[in-house]
């Protein structure tokens, strides 16, 4: 069955590098893969959907990149802020209509 | 403004004693979804619905039960909860299951 690998350990970055988080999946390449926002205790918000078609997609100071060679997606925010600092989840596609296959998230840390 | 809406957003309860979760959304969303998500896990899916009147089983909808009865609504309901039910609940909206939007998660704690 397909499944989905976070880094589980919080990655650390200095304010205004670049931030890259990473999403790797084992079985099939999913039509779509999505990136969502978490902070603590709150619901996790939409960022950015990429498509099995579409190499890398771009929303201010994010970009989504889908190497389905790799199994891969990147995630990478540029310009880091501590405002930045939250659990990222990778979400993609169980090949169902209406379910979705989720990651357990990476928490990141942007230090002034 | 638009969103999803969820209460109690806490609620210790004991084991038995049955329960409702309240879910609303104001977007004319036709897809709804129960999450519940325990520390290491990802987001596991309950129950979701297609639209009104329409649910399915997600991954983990044992001791839970959905209904639809209004486009806007998706209440939970645990009949008889039990400590392993103790976790963070979220319901979700969206036209599709691309770009969900979710609610601010209801804390349960089950003696």
């Known amino acids: 069955s397909q499944k989905i690998e976070q880094n589980s350990e919080a990655l650390n970055i200095q304010e205004g590098k670049t931030a890259t988080l990473t999403c790797n999946y084992t079985?099939?390449?999913?039509?779509?893969l999505q990136w969502y926002r978490q902070d603590p205790g709150r619901g996790p918000v939409f960022l950015l959907l990429?498509?099995?078609n579409e190499k890398e997609k771009r929303k201010e100071r994010l970009k989504v990149t889908f190497d389905t060679t790799l199994k891969q997606s990147l995630f990478h925010i540029t310009a880091s802020q501590p405002a930045d600092s939250a659990t990222y989840l990778c979400?993609?596609?169980?090949?169902?209509?209406?379910?979705?296959?989720w990651g357990a998230g990476t928490k990141l840390i942007i230090k002034p | 403004e638009a969103q999803v809406t969820q209460n109690p957003r806490y609620l210790i309860t004991v084991t038995g004693k049955k329960l409702t979760v309240t879910c609303s959304q104001n977007?004319?969303?036709?897809?709804m979804s129960w999450y519940r998500q325990d520390p290491g896990l990802g987001l596991r899916q309950i129950y979701y619905?297609?639209?009104?009147?329409?649910?399915d089983k997600g991954d983990v909808p044992e001791g839970y039960k959905v209904s639809r009865k209004e486009k806007r609504n998706f209440p939970l309901i645990l009949e008889s909860p039990s400590p392993n039910q103790t976790s963070l609940y979220f319901c979700?909206?969206?036209?599709?299951?691309?770009?969900?939007?979710f609610g601010p998660g209801t804390r349960l704690t089950v003696l």
């Open positions: 979400a993609l596609d169980s090949g169902s209509n209406y379910q979705l296959i």
């Open positions: 079985n099939y390449s999913p039509a779509y």
């Open positions: 619905s297609m639209n009104v009147e329409v649910t």
């Open positions: 977007m004319n969303h036709e897809y």
């Open positions: 990429i498509r099995e």
């Open positions: 979700a909206s969206g036209d599709s299951v691309y770009e969900q939007f």
